[in-house]
């Protein structure tokens, strides 16, 4: 029997050479011991299967949990921030007119990208078109 070191050191042709030979024979435990073998491996798998299911579970009701204590602790409705309803317009009108600076900030970049993007699509075309 060779050690790790020789077989590292084998060509693979030599290796080939070993794995054909047909002469080795098996030892005749082998087939029992690879039977036990793999039905410590196949509990070892539902031993493990049956833990995922728990933990899985155990994880489910904590998400719910959490859940029934967010729904319950939301108001019921929602407070009204201004007394005044023109008051209340202004502050739209202000956000809205912020949204819109920031999409004109959005369509200046948009706008200085478009040359670039012209040229890449022509050399696409004439790469296309060879």
Known sequence: MKNIEEIQN?????????????????????????????????????KNSGRR????????????????AVVVSLPTQPKDTFTDPLLAYAELEKTFNYISSKVDMGLDIV??????????SNIIDKINNR
Do not use: H, W
């Open 111 to 120: 706008e200085d990208a478009e040359p670039a993007m012209e040229m890449t």
């Open 10 to 46: 084998m060509s693979l042709e030599a290796l080939e050479e070993i794995a054909d030979d047909q002469s080795v024979k098996a030892p005749e435990s082998l087939n029992g011991r690879l039977q036990d073998a793999m039905a410590a491996s196949s509990l070892e798998k539902e």
């Open 53 to 68: 299911v728990f933990y899985t579970a155990c994880g489910a009701l904590a998400v719910a949990a959490a859940s029934v």
